[in-house]
């Protein structure tokens, strides 16, 4: 049995990556095991139900969200590699230790909707480099392919933890003991897919493209796509994206006309570049209709963007309609 912290040791030697970054991933990781055991729970650790606040997103925060929030940074400001934090549920970013080399930036608790119903949330975290000087919001506004390290923990039927250093895409299950073990895998997304997962009721809003893309995907096999599609839609992309990684598929978050100041509904910085990294570093894609979402140079902290990524048949298909 390879446990996480055998990985990350046989992995830094392997691939000379700074052991203060692999640090900062175990404190991410035991962060989520305490997460993981207060998900267990449910009612029984009082994590249900609604914290009766708001985030700067303009969403009414569950008290998961809070509680993931605060477990999060109260473990990561203990590492004195962490030089500041930046979170979906915090309006600015956190200061954590002047001479710390990374900048950690996470959504705590991914799919909240799904938090009172027992079905897959996930945390999702991403790690930057922090750049010389006093910390500041620019410090933290760098392009998705800056990541030094990414991934999600994924609290499904199993505990799951899937992340990259860009060497690849591993996998670890939680034991009985709250310990990761090493699932000696390599996910890799299939080229070709007949899946797709997008809210549907959303139609309406969606532009052109998009409209055009899932009409074809559902005509089936007589249409010019010339084969059935089945979708998903658990409503946390984090479940999404595993299911994604495991057996393919493409999922799209797109961008919605009701706001013309919002691209999208995820974030860049919490949810897009890491899974989308994840996502690229499994041989799959991901994009915003125009532009790979790890090009993008992010301008805010909470920053919106549409989401396109899976498969990459269906991705490169989806951004030749966006022309
Ligand atoms: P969060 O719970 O972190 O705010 O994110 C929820 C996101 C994402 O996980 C999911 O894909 C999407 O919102 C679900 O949106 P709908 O409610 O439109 O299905
Ligand atoms: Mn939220
Ligand atoms: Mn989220
Ligand atoms: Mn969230």
């Avoid at 305490?34 to 650790?45: E, N, P, Q, T």
């Avoid at 919001?137 to 760098?142: I, K």
């Avoid at 990259?164 to 310990?179: E, I, P, Q």
């Avoid at 995907?217 to 007589?222: D, F, I, N, P």
């Amino acid at each position: 049995m390879t446990d996480l912290a055998a990985f990350l040791q046989q992995h830094r030697e392997q691939h000379t990556i700074a052991a203060a970054l692999t640090d900062t991933v175990a404190t991410i990781a035991a962060a989520c095991t305490d997460i993981s055991a207060k998900v267990r729970l449910g009612a029984l650790s009082g994590v249900l139900g609604a914290a009766g606040t708001g985030n700067i997103q303009g969403e009414e925060q569950k008290k998961l969200d809070v509680i993931a929030n605060n477990i999060l940074i109260d473990k990561l400001k203990l590492n004195s590699a962490v030089a500041g934090l930046a979170s979906e549920e915090e309006d600015g970013f956190v200061a954590c230790h002047e001479d710390g080399r990374y900048l950690v930036l996470f959504d705590p608790l991914d799919g909240s909707s799904n938090i009172d119903v027992n079905i897959s949330i996930g945390t999702i975290f991403s790690v930057l480099e922090k750049p010389s000087g006093r910390l500041q919001t620019e410090h933290f506004l760098q392009a998705g392919k800056q990541q030094v390290a990414a991934g999600y923990v994924l609290y499904g039927p199993q505990t799951l933890l899937v992340l990259t250093f860009k060497h690849g895409v591993h996998l670890f299950t939680l034991n009985a003991d709250n310990v990761f073990v090493y699932q000696n895998t390599s996910p890799q997304i299939l080229e070709h897919t007949a899946e797709f997962a997008i809210n549907m009721s959303n139609q309406r809003h969606w532009e052109a493209p998009v409209q055009q893309y899932i009409a074809e995907l559902l005509a089936g096999e007589t249409g010019v796509r010339g084969k059935n599609y089945n979708m998903r839609w658990v409503a946390s992309m984090v479940a999404e994206v595993h299911r994604i990684l495991m057996r393919g598929g493409v999922f799209l978050y797109p961008k919605d006309a009701r706001d013309p100041n919002k691209p999208g509904k995820l974030r860049l910085m919490y949810e897009a570049n890491p899974l989308a990294l994840v996502v690229e570093q499994a041989g799959g894609a991901a994009h915003n209709g125009h532009q790979n979402m790890l090009d993008i140079q992010p301008t805010g902290l909470h920053q919106r963007v549409a989401v396109m990524l899976g498969s990459r048949a269906e991705t490169e298909y989806l951004q030749k309609l966006h022309g």
